[in-house]
Structures are given as structure tokens and as C-alpha cells.
């Protein structure tokens, strides 16, 4: 009893006795889909050493299914787990560039990219313009193309860079899916890889970088 307690898929169907109907609809492996008194239906179940589960409570009248109780629902807990193991989430990488980045700096964001889109993540790239660095949207656009171009091998764009307010985004999806572990839902990681200054402060949380003109 205390197993049934714990084991929630076993508590969702109702099995033998527990079903109540007067009536229910058959199936299972070699057997034709059939109607018959619920009563019938157990007596049949008991014949051929197997149990009688319901599988569709709301059906008029209640399908249920002639089965090992425990092989169904191991077939249940194998189905959910491949379910599972499908809906992959991928992280999403956010990439930051000023209008201005000199090839140092886009060489190394470049091979932060490569990493994650070898990992099944996707990459989000975006200039930020702030003040008068909006002057140089047509170079921001320029130099996400070519960050989109560089990593042709790893991954395809998925959108061509947009602007929205300050910022240009493109977004860049991996070539090949193989995440590290099977994830539940996409979601948005925040983590940035922002202008990096001095090589020493590899160490902190977060790159900062050469200013932009008018940008804190």
C-alpha cells in the first residue's frame, strides 16, 4: 500500500475492483475491441492471468485495457521517460558587441560562441548602440553578418539581425543538437560575454570592455 502511496502514476488508474462501471469497453492484444458487462470483463481478465485497467475513464463507456498491471505501467513510466528525454531545453548564450570591436575582442567572442553552439546551446548576438553609436547601425549589421558567416560550420542563423531600440539581434541555432544532459523547456541563460578590458579579470563573473563612444 505504502508503494501505491508514493508511486502517483499507479494512483492515476483504477484497476480491477476499483473500476465501478456497469459496463466497459476491451481491448488488448489479440482481442477485438468489444463492450461487455464490467463483471464479464474481470471474470475474462482472471482467464487469461492478467489484470483489467482502465486507460480511458471518460470514454462512454470506459476503455480499459486487458494487461499485466505492472507491465502497463512500466510501459507508462518508458513512455513518459522518452517524452522526456525529446523535450530538450536549449539554453540560450547572449553574445554582446559594441558598434566598434576591434578583431582582438571579436576573436575571442568568436571562439566563446563556437563553444556553445558545439554544445547544443543557441546563440543570441546583439550590438548595443547607446548615444550617438546608433550612427554605426549599418556596421553593427556588417559585423553580426560576419560573426554569422565565421560560424557557418557550427550553426545556422535563425534570424537575420533585427534592431529594436538599441539594440541589433541575430539569433544563431547549433548544427547539431547534443546537449549535455536531456532538459526540460527552452529558456533564456543569461550569461553574457561583454567587452573584456584587461586579460587579468578572465577570473571575474563578467568581461567588460573598451567604451563605446557615449556608452557608461
Known amino acids: 500500500m505504502g508503494n501505491m502511496k508514493k508511486d502517483n502514476l499507479k494512483s492515476q488508474y483504477r484497476v480491477n475492483e476499483q473500476i ?14 468489444t463492450v461487455m458487462d464490467t463483471r464479464q470483463a474481470l471474470q475474462l481478465a482472471e482467464q487469461k492471468g492478467v489484470d483489467l485497467v482502465e486507460i480511458s475513464p471518460n470514454a462512454t463507456p470506459p476503455v480499459c ?8 505501467i512500466y510501459q507508462q513510466k518508458k513512455r513518459q521517460k522518452e517524452m522526456k528525454a525529446k523535450q530538450v531545453k536549449i539554453d540560450i548564450k547572449e553574445i554582446r558587441f559594441g558598434p566598434q570591436t576591434d578583431d582582438h575582442d571579436y576573436e575571442f567572442k568568436l571562439k566563446h560562441a563556437k563553444g556553445f553552439l558545439s554544445d547544443g546551446d543557441k546563440v543570441k548576438a546583439y550590438v548595443f548602440f547607446k548615444g550617438r553609436s546608433i550612427l554605426f547601425k549599418e556596421q553593427g549589421e556588417v559585423l553580426l553578418l560576419r560573426f554569422a558567416q565565421d560560424l557557418e560550420e557550427y ?13 541589433m539581434t541575430m539569433f544563431i541555432s547549433p548544427k547539431k543538437t547534443t546537449p549535455k544532459a536531456p532538459k526540460v523547456e527552452e529558456e533564456a541563460d543569461e550569461t553574457e560575454v561583454v567587452e573584456r578590458r584587461k586579460p587579468q579579470q578572465k577570473a571575474q563573473k563578467e568581461y567588460t570592455g573598451p567604451k563605446v563612444e557615449g556608452e557608461d
Do not use: H, W
Not at 465501478?20 to 475491441?33: A, L, M, P
Not at 485495457?65 to 502497463?72: A, E, M, Q, T, V
Not at 550553426?155 to 529594436?164: F, H, I, Q, R, T
Open 20 to 33: 465501478r462501471v456497469r459496463e466497459v469497453r476491451i481491448v488488448g492484444d489479440d482481442i477485438e475491441s
Open 65 to 72: 485495457r486487458l494487461i499485466d498491471y505492472s507491465k502497463f
Open 155 to 167: 550553426g545556422k542563423v535563425e534570424s537575420m539581425p533585427v534592431l529594436e531600440g538599441k539594440r
